[in-house]
């Protein structure tokens, strides 16, 4: 038995490219294993906080990039790939080779860098492919008389709490998703029927590895879900079978690249995507609670450990405080916006520091091993049987003949599984062996044919996941469609927007065409009209079905590539260039914002949306009062302002209000209609009781998802002046409603005046014109909110000014009985250094806009308003429209007689912010 603390590493990296582009400004220093963070808005002379580590690895810079792309150090300082597995790698496969279980994990934000260091990038290989490719240089260096080494592997992900098995896409026609965690007696939680493979070199892992993120991107695109949002889970059993002492050594490697938290709040995302990080910080809340009660019971306090509340904790419990020798890596963002997030991330590895582990070898004798799995099995079979045969009571004779056919595929599947198990190693690694060769020749084909033929290739924010989907188009047609075309497409998609007809791609002598059908293409950003034909050139970018604006993935974003006017290229000497994601989806988006599609079209869409939606609100609010739900949902427009979006088409959103307590939460259509879905589900099994845990339950939102509680616009032309500008702004809703008062201060300082000017300057006597090519900073104080909804608990605001990239987010500060006041003082100062003409007519004509954005709380005091479950229709600023009728550029729309107009409506919301006011 060892008993040892989890050992914490923290690694910084370099600043990404827009960093750079902002002139990021640095809060991380690292000295030894000591770490240093300094906060951006801290005092003159506050000395930084101090953090100590098992490792503090300096990636940050000071390393050069060698031919293969490899970063190799060029300073001391620096900390390479081969660094971080040297001191991290190598130490957990020995404690393999002892027989210890071991599991490295890597927390830290969104882009901090966690996949870097566990799987790595390109030439940059991370931990987990290291390690994989080490044992076995291990075990064909240092083979033992009479030992037979068994290696096998796994892949999953938690992705919205349901575990997704990454290796197999089906079982016996079933996708294998939604897996059951299981506890064992001895070996602790488990997946049930994850799929284990056995492995014989590295190149079979690499394989399966390959094929797993294949699968995740498949997934992704065919779920409408960001599986780099998915916590990944790699796990490498190893073995050691003494056949002549007949015991066996078991270890178990786990790898685990977690995602990341807070992606939210930086993108101010509404619907989906929050929901989605929603998920993903459950997962993470309970991790970081399990870490908090560890670190307490490791201080002497009481602490409830409660591993049952979320997949990913169940699956590290053996980690954390198990019997496990336990390695984490902290990510750390080195750029100033991104202070609260690090520091919080430093404060949950150094908690992380004080977890004891209680590892032991995992030796045992090997016939005993197989008795105890197959008893196993055994008693889940039993257990089986004895389910089933008790609820056939108050079944039709066809439900029991579904559920015997049902039952009886169960068994013949836990018997092969046992057969599994006896099943000698040698004829299990051929029957993977001859797998892996298939797959290998299926590649080697692949690789070929992308060598020979044009072909589109898949682009994906997550780059493990570029290029994993691949379309071959040989010559002749290829029908594009969704998988309900009969016959199936040669080329097909998945995803709502997916037309069954979508469209058809022809290479000819002539070279590679693409027609539109019945489905939405764009080239190049370029929405193609239906019938549309165009050539196809190398490096043009395609995107099939519709485009959301400001969606986390754009699923079917694919690039063309075709080999020969690549070459022809080359010959040129024009330099290769890679297509990136966020190019291809930037591209998409100034074409949107270039007004292509126009109002009118965005009128059409709005109102087949609400006409597709209309029916299916009704049957949730008829479902909703069914099961005694207190909540309502209502078809709503949220413009892109109010979606925290710059620019971009109003949205349809469905508003689900919550009678219980007031709260109300918005839905994105692709959200709602996933909720509807899961609504009808469980109305068609519904047996009288409605029994469905919170987390599966579709009328269920948490209080604390975060809203746009409204925006305020504050003018600028003062700062112009020189002059202070101070007051009470309102605040107004979606809907043009006054939601309460922000208490606003901005000052301007021009820093090059001389002494005797400077008074001058505050005065406000300013001549704009004189402001130019001096200094000025610019205070922005944003002092306190009053007469807010009274459900908020929390609240923060957020802006963007003159050329930011991303947006300043105040703290989120308690809110009590519609009040917030922000403790802190000229919380932001923006410094201009030689004002331009353009800054100068920033302030001059522009508006500062201020989203204010809150939590709400599970129990509210009421305001007064009405107590009525809301219609399935909303139209917001006209307010009367609820239940009664609206009409689109004078078209009725079923059973709806018009009173207001969309066009109508959306002049309501424009310019509806920002007057100032008197507040008591
Ligand atoms: N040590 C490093 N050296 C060089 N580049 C790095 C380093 N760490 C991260 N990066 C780069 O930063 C970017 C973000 O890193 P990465 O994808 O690993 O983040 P992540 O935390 O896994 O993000 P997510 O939660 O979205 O999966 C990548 O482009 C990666 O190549």
């Known amino acids: 038995m060892s008993t040892e603390n989890i050992k914490v590493a923290v690694r910084v990296r370099p600043f990404s490219q827009r960093e750079k582009d902002s002139n990021a400004q640095r809060i991380i220093d690292m000295d030894g294993v000591t770490t240093y963070i300094k906060d951006p808005a801290a005092r003159p002379g506050e000395e930084p906080k101090k953090f100590i580590f098992d490792h503090s690895y300096w990636s940050h810079d000071g390393f050069k990039e060698e031919k293969d792309g490899y970063f190799s150090p060029a300073t001391a300082k620096y900390s390479d790939q081969t660094k971080v597995f040297n001191d991290l790698g190598r130490g957990m496969l020995t404690n393999a080779w002892e027989g210890y279980n071991c599991s490295i994990f890597a927390y830290g934000q969104t882009g901090s860098g966690k996949s870097y260091s566990i799987m790595g990038y390109g030439a940059n290989k991370g931990i987990v492919p290291r390690v994989c490719e080490m044992l076995f240089q291990q075990i064909k260096e240092n083979p033992k008389e009479g030992v037979e080494y068994r290696v096998k592997f796994s892949m999953l992900e938690i992705y919205n709490e349901q575990v997704r098995d990454l290796l197999t896409k089906k079982v016996k026609g079933k996708a294998k998703e939604g897996l059951k965690v299981r506890e064992h007696a001895t070996k602790g939680f488990y997946v049930e029927h994850l799929t284990d493979v056995p492995v014989g070199n590295y190149r079979d892992i690499e394989l399966r590895m390959d094929d797993g993120n294949r699968n995740r991107t498949l997934a992704a695109t065919k779920m409408n879900d960001h599986s780099s949002r998915a916590h990944t889970i790699v796990t490498v059993n190893f073995e050691q079978i003494y056949k002549k002492e007949n015991t066996t050594k078991q270890a178990c490697i786990n790898l685990v690249d977690l995602a990341g938290s807070e992606r939210s709040k930086q993108t101010g995302a509404v619907g989906e995507r929050l929901d989605e990080s929603k998920n993903i910080n459950k997962s993470l809340s309970e991790l970081g609670n399990i870490i908090k009660g560890l670190h ?67 030796e045992s004798e090997t016939d005993k091993l197989i008795r105890e799995l197959i008893a196993e099995k055994e008693k889940l079979l039993a257990e089986l049987k004895d389910a089933k045969a008790n609820v056939t009571v108050g079944y039709t004779e066809e439900d029991i003949k579904r559920m015997k056919q049902e039952q009886e595929a169960e068994i013949e599947r836990y018997k092969e599984e046992i057969a599994g198990i006896t099943l000698s190693w040698e004829k299990r690694l051929e029957e993977a062996r001859k797998e892996t060769e298939e797959k290998l020749r299926e590649e080697q084909r692949e690789e070929n044919a992308k060598k020979r033929f044009p072909h589109f290739y898949n682009l994906n924010e997550d780059p493990l996941l570029v290029a994993k989907i691949i379309h071959i188009i040989k010559a002749g047609s290829h029908r594009i469609g969704n998988n ?315 802006y963007k000014f003159f050329k930011m990239k991303r947006p300043t987010t105040t703290n989120p500060t308690e809110c009590v009985a519609g009040l917030f006041d922000l403790k802190y003082k000229k919380r932001h100062k923006y410094e201009a250094q030689q004002v331009t003409h353009e800054f100068l007519s920033y302030l001059q004509d522009k508006t500062l806009m201020i989203e204010v954005w809150g939590s709400q709380s599970e129990t509210v005091m009421r305001q007064a308003r009405p107590r009525t479950a809301p219609g399935p229709l909303n139209m917001g600023a006209t307010g009367s429209l609820r239940r009664a009728s609206f009409s689109i550029d004078g078209t009725q729309t079923d059973g709806f007689a018009g009173r207001s107009t969309l066009k109508e409506r959306a002049a309501n919301l424009g310019g509806a912010t920002g007057e100032a006011c008197t507040v008591q």
């Open 296 to 362: 307490d019971k490791a201080s002497g306090k009481r602490a409830q450990l409660n591993f049952r509340n979320s997949k990913l904790t169940m699956l590290l419990k053996n980690s954390l405080g198990g019997n496990c020798k336990t390695v984490m890596v902290a990510a750390l963002s080195p750029a100033a916006e991104n202070f609260e997030q690090t520091l919080s991330t430093l404060r949950y590895a150094d908690r992380a520091k004080s977890i004891k582990n209680v590892a032991k070898v995992n």
């Open 484 to 798: 309900g075309a009969k016959p199936q497409p040669e080329i097909p998609l998945y995803g709502r927007s997916i037309a069954r007809e979508h469209g058809v791609v022809c290479n000819t002598r002539n070279g590679v065409t693409i027609k539109s059908l019945k489905g939405k293409i764009r080239v190049n950003g370029v929405e193609m009209n239906a019938g549309q034909e165009i050539q196809l050139h190398h490096q043009d970018r395609i995107l099939f079905g519709e485009y959301t604006m400001g969606a986390t993935m754009v699923p079917n974003l694919f690039v063309f590539h075709h080999p020969k006017e690549e070459e022809e290229l080359i010959n040129q000497g024009k330099k290769h260039t890679e297509i990136s994601y966020d190019f291809a989806v930037e591209e998409i988006e100034n074409n949107i914002d270039s007004g292509e599609g126009g109002d009118e079209d965005n009128l059409a869409l709005l109102k087949d949306e609400i006409i597709h939606l209309l029916p299916l609100v009704e049957d949730a609010n008829a479902m909703a009062a069914e099961f005694n739900k207190s909540v309502g949902f209502e078809v709503t427009l949220i413009p892109a302002m109010f979606r925290g979006k710059e620019s971009g088409p109003t949205e349809v959103y469905v508003k689900m209000h919550n009678m219980e307590n007031d709260n109300e939460f918005y839905w994105g259509k692709n959200k709602f209609l996933d909720r509807q879905c899961s609504m009808q589900r469980i109305y068609e099994e519904f047996e009288g009781t409605y029994n469905v845990e919170k987390d599966d339950d579709p009328f269920y939102e948490p209080p604390d998802t975060e809203n746009l509680i409204g925006l305020v616009s504050v003018p600028l032309v003062a700062l112009a002046h020189g002059r202070t500008y101070d007051e009470k702004l309102t605040i107004r809703n979606y809907e043009a409603n006054t939601v309460g008062y922000l208490a606003v201060e901005l000052t301007a300082e021009a820093g090059d005046v001389k002494e005797e000017e400077k008074g001058q300057v505050k005065e406000g006597n300013i001549d704009p014109k004189e402001m130019i090519g001096k200094d000025i900073a610019i205070r922005i104080n944003i002092k306190k909110a009053q007469n807010l909804p009274v459900k908020y608990n929390k609240v923060w605001c957020k």
